[in-house]
């Protein structure tokens, strides 16, 4: 089984590409408030550049896009062009994305939530998918958007089924950029797969969400599925990977991976896939990535291909 490890968004080594701005911030800064927005945005966009050429440097070829990119960007009462007034910065970037060979996709925070019965919840939602729609095709290249299923609303049942819902009344667009994941408190694996093979869209396993929450199911039995999911995606099979933050909280997440869990994780999955890509979701980012890395070389003798490439 091939690998490809990824991690989100900050490189620590780097400045941030994602530094923002409040809307209440925005609104007292009066008539300075567009240029300073556009100040940030071009730092991001240079940021985000030294993080891609980092990443080709160290041969990272997954990684996870900011959301913040471009702050405010789907904010109702805040209007601009954020494509076309930056299209040469984006046509840049996509480049890198290309020339770099690195897979990318995004992870809306819980503002984005597809399931909701509040109608501008809803609609927020949809602009938040469009923005990603948006710049996906400004860099001209193929992103996904993470989402989780969303609330739950008093009823699973029927907040599933308003999910499926509201998910066929989007573009088809907008359907084809959504890869859904299991979360760690109402959505377990079973929810979620119900969902993807009925909508055909893939499944993106969070194996430390799926530990904490399950009702007893042994994974085995639903990785063929899940990994089914992705045949007709055109891309090689996700998933999340996350140690926990401590005995006392479980659904936090560690700094770094547990190498002796993670290796336990590979030894399953390689029965059931010949290529996975993994991005591994800590807060130490890419330090987090390396130092897993240093130990699975020192622990297995699993045949490394690059930096974070490698074969079980």
């Known amino acids: 089984m091939r690998v490809c490890l990824g991690y989100v968004a900050l490189a620590l080594p780097l400045p941030s590409a994602s530094k923002t701005l409040t809307y209440t911030n925005y609104e007292k800064l009066g008539s300075n408030a567009l240029p300073k927005l556009n100040d940030i945005i071009l730092n991001n966009f240079h940021n985000l550049k030294e993080i891609l050429k980092y990443n080709y440097a160290n041969n990272v070829h997954f990684y996870r896009l900011s959301h913040h990119l471009i702050p405010l960007a ?65 860099m001209e290249i193929e992103g996904k958007v ?44 079973k929810d979620v797969l119900k969902i993807c093979e009925t909508l055909k869209i893939p499944m ?27 045949n007709n995606s055109g891309l090689m099979p996700k998933m999340h990977f996350s140690s926990p933050k401590s005995i006392y909280a479980k659904r936090s997440h560690s700094d770094y991976i547990n190498a002796g869990d993670f290796i336990v994780f590979l030894e399953l999955l390689k029965n059931f896939t010949d290529e996975i890509y993994i991005m591994l979701e800590c807060k130490a980012k890419d330090d987090a990535l390396f130092r897993l890395v240093r130990e699975l070389k020192y622990k297995t003798n ?11």
């Open 74 to 138: 789907t904010h109702p009462s805040v209007h601009f062009d954020y494509i076309k007034n930056y299209q040469n910065y984006w046509q840049e970037i996509g480049l890198f994305f290309k020339k770099y060979n690195i897979r990318t996709d995004t992870h809306p925070d819980q503002f984005c939530v597809l399931n909701s019965p509040n109608k501008e919840v809803l609609n927020n939602s949809i602009r938040i998918l469009e923005y990603n729609k948006n710049i996906f095709n400004a």
């Open 146 to 189: 993470i989402l989780h299923v969303g609330g739950l609303f008093n009823d699973k049942e029927k907040a599933i089924q308003r999910f499926i819902k509201n998910f066929q009344k989007l573009d088809k667009t907008l359907q084809e950029m959504i890869l859904l994941e299991n979360d760690d408190k109402v959505f377990n694996i």
């Open 204 to 230: 993106v396993l969070d194996y430390h969400h799926y530990k904490c929450n399950n009702e007893g199911e042994d994974i085995k039995d639903y990785l063929p599925r899940i990994i089914k999911t992705w």
């Open 302 to 312: 699993y045949k490394f291909i690059n930096e974070t490439t490698f074969v079980v």
